[in-house]
């Protein structure tokens, strides 16, 4: 069975080629606009890895994240970001939510599927 990855991304070219990506490597994807939207797909069901934008309308990707390990089911739910943020702060901001992971767009889909490949867990 194909593991699920949730991708959070307000542009939705961006979600397309990311989905592009995972779905060529086998892997399940579902979508959200924003982290609201994210927050809605945690409902129970198995979800193996999130890909994750900072800047997004409604609820930014950190807070995602913070609210996301609120949640039993989804505590350890790894999580790479994928922003054009770049500053050590951001990142340092991401990592104690709980980011895996932060990649700077622009990206190869190569870098992003070896990123994935080492945090999607059975």
Known sequence: ???TILI???SSSIRTVVKLA???????????????????QLDG???HLAVCD????????????????TL???RFLPVIMLTTEDQQAKKDQG???????????????????DAVGKLCLP
């Open 8 to 10: 959070v991304d307000d």
């Open 1 to 3: 069975m194909a593991k």
């Open 22 to 40: 995972l779905q060529g490597a086998g892997y399940q994807v579902i979508e959200a606009d924003d982290g609201t939207t994210a927050l809605k």
């Open 95 to 113: 990592r104690a939510a709980g980011a895996k992971a932060w990649m700077v767009k622009p990206f190869s889909p190569p870098q992003l599927l």
């Open 45 to 47: 069901r198995k979800i």
């Open 72 to 74: 039993p089911a989804y």
């Open 54 to 69: 900072v800047n997004m309308p409604r609820m930014d990707g950190i807070t995602f994240v913070t609210q996301a390990r």
